[in-house]
């Protein structure tokens, strides 16, 4: 049975400039190319999910404009069920980045319609009970973030927080958290700690995967269990979305019922075949290519 996933979070339009530098303060600067892609830490996460094999459904916000039609038919041309997403009178989350020919960004990331995902329905907070696996992470309000994770828990639906951008969660939110999946920087912020303090968190959630791009991952748990798991090597062509890939593909492994050590390999097997690739959602990898990669 594959696993059924829920991912309760944002969706972004990307729009990114390339441009020789980036302009100062009061500065017009005249640009290379330009791209425009969907994104959003939920979007890409719901799609990651969907690809990797779980059958997955979305719950989030979008604008009435444009763009909303345009996150919207990505998210159903993977495989999405968008059946519950909302759409919000106004503009669409719009996330625009400016990169320059070293690499060097700047983003301005503008919330619109995911501000606008509050107070779950009834009808919401059901799929989330229904589900093997919740998936959040933190681009939308985090009392919704709470109450999603609240639905979870009391459904017996098996809880995963990405617990991106950094932020410290409001008190009582990690309790409702069964697994929760960070990097370094965001560990920080939730521990106050400046190392990553594997103890520190396992006092907040019973399981912690802390990602640590090209050297893979840490798993660690109540029961004593803490396990590295290398990363697979592979040519990087663009870290963009890595975790995005990792995180949807650990839940779906999660939920068939794999060992969280396996499930956490397997997840690094994504975000591997996800760096190979140039783009965002674009280069969310499919589950045969997860599996080549995993058996190979
Ligand atoms: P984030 O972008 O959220 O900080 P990471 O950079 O830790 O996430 O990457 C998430 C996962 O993607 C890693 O745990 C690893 O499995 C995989 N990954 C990232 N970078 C590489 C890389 N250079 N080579 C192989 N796998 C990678």
């Not at 503009?91 to 990169?99: K, P």
């Not at 619109?112 to 995902?117: K, L, P, W």
């Not at 939308?140 to 709470?146: A, D, E, G, K, Q």
């Not at 999946?181 to 912690?208: F, K, Q, Y």
């Amino acid at each position: 049975m594959p696993t059924r996933v829920v991912v309760a979070g944002s969706a972004n339009m990307d729009l990114v400039g390339l441009a020789p530098r980036l302009p100062r303060p009061g500065e017009t600067v005249l640009g290379d190319d330009f791209v425009m892609a969907p994104g959003g830490k939920g979007s890409n996460q719901a799609i990651a999910a969907a690809r990797a094999g779980g059958t997955t459904a979305f719950l989030g916000a979008i604008g009435s404009d444009s763009f909303g039609v345009t996150l919207g038919a990505r998210l159903t041309a993977a495989g999405v069920n968008t059946s519950r997403v909302r759409t919000s009178y106004g503009t669409s989350g719009v996330a625009v980045i400016m990169v320059d020919r070293d690499g060097e960004n700047s983003i301005l990331v503008s919330p619109g319609a995911n501000r606008t995902f509050v107070d779950l329905s009834a009808g919401e907070k059901a799929a989330i009970a229904e589900a093997d696996v919740l998936l959040c992470q933190q681009e939308i309000p985090l009392s919704t973030v709470y109450s999603a994770l609240r639905a979870g828990r009391a459904g017996g639906t098996r809880t995963i927080l990405n617990a991106a951008p950094a932020m410290d969660p409001p008190p009582g939110m990690l309790d409702e958290v069964d697994l929760l999946v960070v990097n370094e920087i965001e560990a920080r912020a939730i521990t106050g700690a400046t190392e990553p303090d594997m103890a520190g968190l396992l006092a907040l959630v019973p399981r912690v995967v802390l990602t640590a791009g090209g050297k893979g991952a840490r798993y660690a748990d109540r029961d004593g269990r803490d396990e590295h798991v290398p990363a697979f090597r592979v040519a990087v062509a663009d870290t963009t979305a890595a975790g995005d890939a990792f995180t949807g593909a650990l839940a779906v492994a999660w939920g068939e019922g794999r060992d969280l050590v396996d499930a956490v390999r397997w997840a690094n097997a994504a975000g591997a075949v996800c760096v190979r690739k140039v783009g965002a959602s674009g280069a969310l990898p499919e589950r045969s290519e997860i599996e080549a990669l995993y058996n190979a």
